[in-house]
T-cell receptor, first 112, second 111 residues
Framework: KQEVTQIPAALSVPEGENLVLNCSFTDSAIYNLQWFRQDPGKGLTSLLLIQSSQREQTSGRLNASLDKSSGRSTLYIAASQPGDSATYLCAVTQGGSEKLVFGKGTKLTVNP | DAGVTQSPTHLIKTRGQHVTLRCSPI?????VSWYQQVLGQGPQFIFQ???????GRGNFPDRFSARQFPNYSSELNVNALLLGDSALYLC??????????FGPGTRLTVT
């Protein structure tokens, strides 16, 4: 059974800091990995999708990497801003299914 | 293009009642999935439908059911509501295999 873990559960940083969020999964036979952002009480916004054949994806100040063999992904946020404050969720799918298996998320607070 | 839409936004029900939640996918998306997210947890998979057929079911009791219509919109039904069914219910749609786009969710409170 696939399990996804995100560390840390919460993170508070000053504005302008570069930071890394971690995601690990127990079964390396994944099809892809998605990072999402969730604002309080809201739906999920897709940030980056990494297919199993890829090592990283970049969008603006965000960079996500994937190491399937070790069952790990990281989300790097450069020059953090207060508007980046949200919960960041990592999720994986496995071949033959669109079912996303999520971690519990990392709650990020960027202080002005 | 409009994103995934869900209705209603909020809902308050009493234990034992029945509820229907609705979802309209992004235009052109034929796959719809439903997730339940309780406070402080990641979303949990409930159902996936593709071309009106159930493609996947999560570990939820038979009180939960869903269907997809010819226009690819979907309904999630929950019978005999329990306090533990209080959660944010999220709908996602996809065109490519596996890249999913989520709606704003329906907040269900059971009292």
């Amino acid at each position: 059974k696939q399990e996804v873990t995100q560390i840390p559960a919460a993170l508070s940083v000053p504005e302008g800091e570069n930071l890394v969020l971690n995601c690990s999964f127990t079964d390396s036979a994944i099809y892809n990995l998605q990072w999402f952002r969730q604002d309080p009480g809201k739906g999920l916004t897709s940030l980056l999708l990494i297919q199993s054949s890829q090592r990283e994806q970049t969008s603006g100040r965000l960079n996500a990497s994937l190491d399937k063999s070790s069952g790990r992904s990281t989300l790097y946020i450069a020059a953090s801003q207060p508007g980046d404050s949200a919960t960041y969720l990592c999720a994986v799918t496995q071949g033959g299914s669109e079912k996303l298996v999520f971690g519990k998320g990392t709650k990020l607070t960027v202080n002005p | 293009d409009a994103g995934v839409t869900q209705s209603p936004t909020h809902l308050i029900k009493t234990r034992g009642q029945h509820v229907t939640l609705r979802c309209s996918p992004i235009s052109g998306h034929k796959s719809v999935s439903w997730y339940q997210q309780v406070l402080g947890q990641g979303p949990q998979f409930i159902f996936q439908y593709y071309e009106k057929e159930e493609r996947g079911r999560g570990n939820f009791p038979d009180r939960f059911s869903a269907r997809q219509f010819p226009n690819y919109s979907s309904e999630l039904n929950v019978n005999a509501l329990l306090l533990g069914d209080s959660a944010l219910y999220l709908c996602a749609s996809s065109f490519d295999p596996y890249e999913q786009y989520f709606g704003p969710g329906t907040r269900l409170t059971v009292t």
